[in-house]
């Protein structure tokens, strides 16, 4: 199974507004989450973003992500 993630209402919101403080060098790692792409996907789509894994399981536990079935 593949994992994927959605923006939650709180990140959709950060991504309009920046309401939620969120560090700037997390935003581009928000920005690339698409319901329609995995986790593995968005790895081979944007290899300059290092660590990306480990960083959407952080954006998932602070809400601003949520898996997507």
Not at 49 to 65: E, R, S, V, Y
């Amino acid at each position: 199974m593949k994992l994927i993630y959605k923006k939650t209402p709180k990140g959709i919101g950060e991504i309009a507004s920046r309401t939620e403080g969120l560090a700037l060098r997390l935003r581009p790692y928000l920005i690339v989450v698409d319901r329609n792409k995995s986790v593995k996907d968005l790895v081979t789509l944007n290899p300059v973003l290092k660590d990306l894994p480990q960083i959407l399981a952080n954006l998932h536990d602070q809400g601003f992500i949520a898996t997507h079935n």
